[in-house]
Protein backbone atom coordinates (compact mmCIF):
# COMPACT_ATOMS: atom_id res chain seq x y z
CA UNK A 1 0.00 0.00 0.00
CA UNK A 2 2.72 2.29 0.94
CA UNK A 3 4.47 1.88 -2.52
CA UNK A 4 1.24 2.58 -4.20
CA UNK A 5 0.81 5.89 -2.49
CA UNK A 6 4.43 6.87 -3.11
CA UNK A 7 4.02 5.86 -7.03
CA UNK A 8 0.56 7.72 -7.55
CA UNK A 9 2.23 11.06 -5.74
CA UNK A 10 5.24 10.65 -7.68
CA UNK A 11 3.50 10.25 -10.98
CA UNK A 12 1.00 13.74 -9.49
CA UNK A 13 4.73 15.26 -9.01
CA UNK A 14 6.21 14.70 -12.39
CA UNK A 15 2.99 15.19 -14.27
CA UNK A 16 0.47 18.19 -12.26
CA UNK A 17 1.68 19.94 -9.19
CA UNK A 18 5.54 20.94 -9.63
CA UNK A 19 5.41 21.20 -13.57
CA UNK A 20 8.46 23.99 -13.77
CA UNK A 21 7.54 25.20 -17.47
CA UNK A 22 8.22 24.45 -20.88
CA UNK A 23 11.70 23.96 -21.84
CA UNK A 24 11.78 23.42 -25.71
CA UNK A 25 12.44 26.21 -27.41
CA UNK A 26 10.79 25.52 -30.33
CA UNK A 27 7.23 24.97 -28.43
CA UNK A 28 8.30 27.85 -26.14
CA UNK A 29 8.83 30.71 -29.50
CA UNK A 30 5.20 29.41 -30.98
CA UNK A 31 3.47 30.13 -27.78
CA UNK A 32 5.34 33.33 -26.51
CA UNK A 33 2.01 35.24 -25.97
CA UNK A 34 3.73 38.58 -25.44
CA UNK A 35 1.20 40.87 -23.70
CA UNK A 36 2.32 44.59 -23.01
CA UNK A 37 1.38 46.25 -19.38
CA UNK A 38 -0.43 48.72 -19.27
CA UNK A 39 1.60 52.42 -17.87
CA UNK A 40 5.24 53.67 -17.93
CA UNK A 41 8.11 51.87 -15.87
CA UNK A 42 11.83 53.27 -14.06
CA UNK A 43 14.49 51.76 -12.74
CA UNK A 44 14.93 53.69 -9.49
CA UNK A 45 18.02 52.72 -6.88
CA UNK A 46 17.27 52.86 -3.13
CA UNK A 47 19.70 51.97 0.03
CA UNK A 48 16.91 50.05 1.41
CA UNK A 49 13.69 48.96 -0.36
CA UNK A 50 11.85 49.56 2.93
CA UNK A 51 11.40 52.54 2.14
CA UNK A 52 9.27 52.24 -0.90
CA UNK A 53 5.37 50.53 -0.24
CA UNK A 54 6.14 46.88 -1.26
CA UNK A 55 3.00 47.06 -3.21
CA UNK A 56 4.64 50.00 -5.52
CA UNK A 57 7.70 47.51 -6.23
CA UNK A 58 7.37 45.47 -9.53
CA UNK A 59 10.83 44.11 -9.22
CA UNK A 60 14.23 44.53 -6.86
CA UNK A 61 17.65 43.54 -6.48
CA UNK A 62 19.44 44.15 -3.65
CA UNK A 63 23.08 45.11 -5.06
CA UNK A 64 26.20 45.64 -3.34
CA UNK A 65 25.84 49.39 -3.91
CA UNK A 66 21.76 49.92 -3.26
CA UNK A 67 18.74 48.73 -3.87
CA UNK A 68 17.35 48.22 -7.40
CA UNK A 69 13.81 49.14 -7.70
CA UNK A 70 11.14 48.87 -10.88
CA UNK A 71 8.14 50.90 -10.02
CA UNK A 72 5.50 52.50 -11.63
CA UNK A 73 6.55 56.28 -13.06
CA UNK A 74 3.93 58.05 -10.95
CA UNK A 75 4.61 55.96 -7.89
CA UNK A 76 8.69 57.41 -8.29
CA UNK A 77 7.64 60.95 -9.00
CA UNK A 78 4.95 60.86 -5.76
CA UNK A 79 7.70 59.01 -3.86
CA UNK A 80 10.45 62.35 -5.24
CA UNK A 81 12.96 59.05 -6.72
CA UNK A 82 15.35 59.91 -9.50
CA UNK A 83 14.96 57.87 -12.80
CA UNK A 84 16.57 58.47 -16.16
CA UNK A 85 14.85 55.56 -18.20
CA UNK A 86 11.02 55.72 -18.94
CA UNK A 87 10.05 51.94 -19.90
CA UNK A 88 7.56 49.67 -21.09
CA UNK A 89 6.79 46.25 -19.57
CA UNK A 90 6.07 43.29 -21.66
CA UNK A 91 5.20 39.81 -20.15
CA UNK A 92 6.12 36.90 -22.34
CA UNK A 93 2.60 34.70 -21.25
CA UNK A 94 4.78 31.47 -22.14
CA UNK A 95 5.31 29.35 -19.18
CA UNK A 96 8.51 28.49 -19.75
CA UNK A 97 11.09 26.68 -17.17
CA UNK A 98 13.84 28.63 -15.79
CA UNK A 99 16.38 25.93 -17.25
CA UNK A 100 15.04 26.34 -20.89
CA UNK A 101 18.08 27.06 -23.47
CA UNK A 102 18.16 29.71 -25.87
CA UNK A 103 14.53 31.75 -25.25
CA UNK A 104 16.54 34.91 -23.96
CA UNK A 105 18.78 34.84 -27.25
CA UNK A 106 15.96 34.41 -29.17
CA UNK A 107 14.49 37.29 -28.43
CA UNK A 108 17.02 39.57 -27.08
CA UNK A 109 18.20 38.85 -30.72
CA UNK A 110 14.91 40.15 -32.38
CA UNK A 111 14.74 42.71 -30.49
CA UNK A 112 18.33 44.20 -31.41
CA UNK A 113 17.71 43.76 -35.32
CA UNK A 114 14.95 46.32 -34.47
CA UNK A 115 17.87 48.11 -32.21
CA UNK A 116 16.36 47.68 -29.14
CA UNK A 117 17.40 47.43 -26.12
CA UNK A 118 16.07 44.92 -23.66
CA UNK A 119 16.23 44.35 -19.72
CA UNK A 120 15.33 40.67 -18.93
CA UNK A 121 14.07 39.68 -15.47
CA UNK A 122 13.25 36.25 -15.56
CA UNK A 123 10.97 35.36 -12.89
CA UNK A 124 9.18 31.78 -11.95
CA UNK A 125 6.40 31.65 -14.41
CA UNK A 126 7.38 33.90 -16.92
CA UNK A 127 9.91 36.21 -18.31
CA UNK A 128 9.77 39.57 -18.43
CA UNK A 129 10.98 42.82 -20.68
CA UNK A 130 11.45 45.93 -19.92
CA UNK A 131 12.01 48.27 -23.01
CA UNK A 132 12.38 51.98 -24.10
CA UNK A 133 9.16 52.81 -23.79
CA UNK A 134 9.32 55.01 -27.57
CA UNK A 135 9.99 51.01 -28.74
CA UNK A 136 7.01 49.53 -26.95
CA UNK A 137 5.21 48.62 -30.18
CA UNK A 138 8.01 47.83 -32.29
CA UNK A 139 8.99 45.41 -29.74
CA UNK A 140 5.55 43.99 -29.80
CA UNK A 141 5.76 42.87 -33.72
CA UNK A 142 9.70 41.53 -32.88
CA UNK A 143 7.84 39.65 -30.48
CA UNK A 144 4.93 38.33 -32.37
CA UNK A 145 6.89 37.55 -35.32
CA UNK A 146 9.33 35.56 -33.82
CA UNK A 147 6.88 32.12 -33.66
CA UNK A 148 7.82 32.73 -37.89
CA UNK A 149 11.66 31.74 -37.36
Same mark, same amino acid.
Given at each position: MKKEKLKILNNFVQNNMFMSGETNLKTILQTLSPILNDGEFVYCTVPDFDLVP??????????NEEVTIV?????????? /??FSYIAAWITLEVN?? /?SAVGLTA???????????????? +? +??????IFVDVT????????????? /??
Open positions: VQQIIFMFRELRKEDALQLN /LTSS /LAFSQALSKEGISCNVV +A +AFHHDHDREKAMIALQNLH /LQ
